[in-house]
């Protein structure tokens, strides 16, 4: 992949996915992610999250609140949505935002595992208008 000489070098860039397949596995990932977020994200910024690129094709952006999981199902990733309903029991929005119940984090994560090629941590992102600030926690 080329990149654009005059464009600027991406702050964050994917990292391979390896499947997660218990809760402790997740539990894991989870603890990871908020080290590299406390690490790379600064205290001012918003719109913070990971991006799970999908294998066959889409992303899914997720922002992590304290009682809530965001994600913005691009419209590329739309497939994915009967499997989102399914690990984690709840509706599909008539929008490409999701707002799911803090708990249902780990089961969310284990029902994608399956299909990511790859993550990427994220800033700025508009999570359908909604400037919070991340907090990975269950």
């Known amino acids: 992949m080329n990149q654009d000489p005059t464009q600027p070098a991406p702050r964050f860039r ?11 596995d997740v539990e894991a990932w989870i603890d990871e992610h908020n080290r590299s977020l406390m690490e790379h994200i600064g205290p001012q910024e918003t719109g913070v999250g990971v991006c799970f690129t999908l294998a066959e094709g889409g992303d899914i952006y997720m922002q992590t609140t304290a009682d809530a999981v ?37 089961q969310l994560i284990i029902g994608l595992s399956t299909l990511v090629a790859s993550t990427t941590l994220v800033s700025g992102h ?13």
């Open 14 to 24: 994917p990292v391979p996915w390896t499947e997660l397949l218990t809760p402790q």
């Open 126 to 138: 508009n999570f359908g208008g909604r400037s919070r600030k991340s907090a990975y926690s269950r």
């Open 70 to 106: 965001v994600l913005d199902v691009e419209p590329d990733a739309q497939w994915i949505a009967p499997l989102i309903v399914a690990a984690t029991q709840t509706p599909e929005p008539v929008s490409q935002i999701w707002v799911l119940p803090d708990d249902k984090l780990v």
